[in-house]
């Protein structure tokens, strides 16, 4: 069974960066797509960045060219830089594959 460790949330003020990372365990991470979603308060989860088991990323509207997602197989990580953060960034932020999710990481943007 697949099992997913998110990690790397915080408190960033407008403008930083921050980097989240998802460890994978319980199956063959090499050849599993991966994803990053977000839930802000109120609002539906939302694809913010996925990368397939080759490599090719996709990112949402809202964070292209701020965000990116790689993935290091070796370690059975997937990670997402996020820079120039807003405040409408904050979100809890959940690694996905397989239907399985992670227990996500909050993120908080601030002014």
């Known amino acids: 069974q697949v099992r997913l460790v998110e990690s790397g949330g915080g408190l960033v003020q407008a403008g930083g960066s921050l980097r989240l990372s998802c460890a994978a365990s319980g199956s063959i991470f090499s050849m599993n797509a991966m994803g990053w979603y977000r839930q802000a308060p109120g609002k539906q989860r939302e694809l913010v960045a996925g990368?397939?088991?080759?490599?090719?990323?996709n990112y949402g509207d809202s964070v292209k060219g701020r965000f990116t997602i790689s993935r290091d197989n070796a370690k059975n990580t997937v990670y997402l830089q996020m820079n120039s953060l807003k405040p409408e960034d904050t979100a809890v932020y959940y690694c996905?594959?397989?239907?399985?999710w992670g227990q996500g990481t909050l993120v908080t943007g601030t002014p």
């Open positions: 996905h594959t397989n239907l399985v």
């Open positions: 990368i397939t088991s080759g490599g090719i990323t």
